[in-house]
């Protein structure tokens, strides 16, 4: 991605205008703060990434936007209360946290595979018993489990256009295949997706 | 971006298809920084999303293997077939051949029914000569000696020499660790040597885990394995255990204590997490 434009003025010799313009929440400071993260944290989570299990259900692409959007959510939480001399202290600050999120996203890994690949919960109840807290985990399997019951109940037609949107594929295409038109696709599509987010809510 | 953009354009969702633009994604993740509730929804779709992609990919592996049935079938015919084969080999097809008593004039070390007829009451005769209440007296002599008795066990008996591993003996001291997990083993000390003390040997596996979060939620397990290298290709393992954990002041300790009838021998331990597969520690000791 490349970095938004100029700000009209320097940040690194003005950087209190620039903090300024931050705290006040103006856009093209945010847009060009959020720039010039991405531009150097993403690359390096890349290369900091390689341990992903290889049934992981996250790609590295997944696995990656998701650190950094947890990066820069947590960056903003202690920016609203932090202080900050020069440019360098907001990339180190950013970098600490994009580490610290980056373990909490092979943690987040290996709990999903107990999570999603686990059938019975009496097959594990002997593992989970050793755990500290494996009340998270039970809790989450509960509303994973309801969601795969809701959708092996759908029509089939529902639940192939579920998942191969879940696959990426345009629903102009889906809708083709299904023989409907790309409208009433995308209504379908919203409906059974807003059930089963639904779900996740009621049950979170 | 507002609320209604968001959701009149599908935007939580192909976010996390990646299928926003650069402008929409640096938009969308701004306004997702300052808004907990947006966050909270992105979340929510999060699972939903992987659900999907679970069950896809679960669809996709038994559309994968959906002809392992017929691999299985023609294997067991195959198995069959083979087993046939080897039911008609010399030493069997000398029973068809006995009642063609002409065709075997040349093979004399071919048992005849006569004979065999003579072996089994050999047997019997043997079996007279022995009677019944032979037996306590061999019991007995079992009973006092019991160690000649454990020794039967198939699973001490595997570590016979001492030549090195060669799949083993590469991961040791490489300090496997993970962004997760670093084990700090205090015991045994690899490469040690180990005296057995009316056959058995002390084991210990001790130590601790530095972990980033509060808790360990892997499944670690501690296997010991002989020296054959046929054993660790089919993760044969003589002794497995679990590895339990407790906290004390932020690191998580475990130890394990047994006494193991093992042989004389090269023998190799290892932690693994058993949802990964993935190799922390391994380390090897000589039993002497």
Not at chain 1, 67 to 79: D, G, P, Q, T
Not at chain 2, 37 to 49: F, G, K
Not at chain 2, 59 to 78: D, G
Request: aromatic share 10%.
């Amino acid at each position: 991605m490349k970095e938004s434009g100029s700000l009209g003025y320097s940040n690194e010799t003005e950087f209190e205008q620039f903090i300024e313009g931050l705290r006040q929440q103006r856009r093209p400071e945010w847009n060009w703060l959020y720039d010039h993260f991405r531009a150097r944290v993403i690359p390096w989570l890349h290369k900091k990434d390689g341990r992903l299990p290889s049934d992981s259900i996250l790609t590295v692409e997944d696995f990656i936007e998701e650190a950094f959007s947890k990066s820069l959510i947590r960056f903003y939480e202690m920016f609203k209360e932090g202080e900050f001399k020069d440019l360098g202290q907001l990339r180190g600050l950013m970098f600490r946290i994009a580490e610290l999120k980056l373990k909490e996203g092979y943690y987040k890994v290996k709990m999903d595979r107990r999570i999603f690949f686990k059938e019975s919960l009496q097959e594990e109840g002997d593992k989970l018993s050793t755990e500290t807290s494996p009340d998270k985990i039970i809790e989450q399997r509960e509303i994973v489990q309801s969601l795969e019951k809701h959708l092996s109940t759908l029509p089939t037609g529902e639940k192939e256009l579920l998942m191969r949107f879940a696959d990426g594929e345009r629903l102009k295409d889906i809708a083709t295949d299904l023989g409907i038109d790309e409208t009433s696709c995308r209504m379908r599509k919203y409906r059974a997706m807003k059930k089963l987010k639904a779900i996740v809510k009621k049950s979170g | 971006m507002n609320r209604k953009y968001i959701e009149e354009n599908d935007v939580i969702d192909r976010y996390l298809l990646h299928q926003l633009s650069e402008e929409e994604l640096r938009d969308f993740s701004l306004e997702m920084m300052q808004d907990p509730s947006l966050q909270a929804e992105v979340e929510e779709a999060r699972v939903v999303m992987k659900t999907l992609w679970k069950t896809r990919r679960t669809k996709r592996a038994k559309k994968k293997f959906r002809w392992l049935p017929i691999v299985f079938i023609f294997s067991i015919l195959l198995l069959g077939l083979l087993g046939y084969t080897l039911f008609q080999s010399p030493k069997n097809f000398s029973i068809d051949q006995i009642s063609n008593p002409e065709e075997n004039m040349d093979s004399p070390e071919l048992p005849t029914s006569e004979k065999r007829e003579t072996k089994l009451q050999e047997q019997i005769e043997t079996e007279n000569e022995n009677p019944p209440n032979d037996l306590p007296a061999k019991n007995t002599l079992e009973q006092q000696n019991p160690s000649k008795e454990k020794k039967a066990s198939p699973k001490k008996a595997i570590a016979a020499d001492f030549s090195p591993n060669t799949l083993l003996e590469s991961w040791i001291g490489t300090g496997v660790r993970s962004n997760e997990y670093s084990f700090f083993l205090s015991k045994p000390v690899s490469d040690s040597k180990m005296n057995r003390v009316a056959g058995k040997v002390d084991f210990q596996v001790a130590g601790e885990v530095e972990s980033p979060e509060s808790e360990i939620v892997a499944y670690f397990q501690v296997h010991l394995f002989s020296n054959q290298e046929e054993d660790y290709k089919k993760f044969k393992s003589l002794y497995s255990w679990d590895l339990e954990f407790e906290e004390k002041e932020g690191k998580f300790h475990f130890n394990i204590e047994e006494n193991l009838e093992l042989e004389p021998g090269l023998y190799y331990y290892l932690i693994r997490d058993e949802d990964t597969g993935m190799k922390h520690v391994v380390g090897k000791m000589r039993v002497e």
